[in-house]
Nanobody, 124 residues
Framework: QVQLVESGGGLVQAGGSLRLSCAAS????????MGWFRQAPGKEREFVAA????????YYADSVKGRFTISRDNAKNTVYLQMNSLKPEDTAVYYC?????????????????WGQGTQVTVSS
């Protein structure tokens, strides 16, 4: 069993930056791929970014490519999402997920564990 806890969300003006963190419990974190997803009111949960078990492979949604960076620190059991040049359309609840095969996946249905989410609001 893995527990995930997101933090770092908040209110920021357009053009600003935030760094989200997702802390995981358990010794198997280093074996898992990790993903960030977001969900705006009335919309489906959508893929944002993912990183494989070693951190050597990353994948981004086109909408955030060049602005967001996913990274992980396996010694700290933590995955990060650095978000720069934020736009109002980035407003959503952001969730981290753990995928137990270790390889990056885009579909939320392929993730086995989820955190409770952290709200990101970008004002114009």
């Amino acid at each position: 069993q893995v527990q995930l806890v997101e933090s770092g969300g908040g209110l920021v003006q357009a053009g600003g930056s935030l760094r989200l963190s997702c802390a995981a419990s358990g010794r198997t974190f280093r074996n898992y791929a990790m993903g960030w997803f977001r969900q705006a009111p009335g919309k489906e949960r959508e893929f944002v970014a993912a990183i494989n078990w070693s951190g050597g492979s990353t994948y981004y949604a086109d909408s955030v490519k060049g602005r967001f960076t996913i990274s992980r620190d396996n010694a700290k059991n933590t995955v990060y999402l650095q978000m720069n040049s934020l736009k109002p359309e980035d407003t959503a609840v952001y969730y981290c997920g753990a995928e137990t095969t270790g390889w990056v996946k885009e579909s939320p249905s392929e993730y086995d564990y989820w955190g409770q989410g952290t709200q990101v609001t970008v004002s114009s």
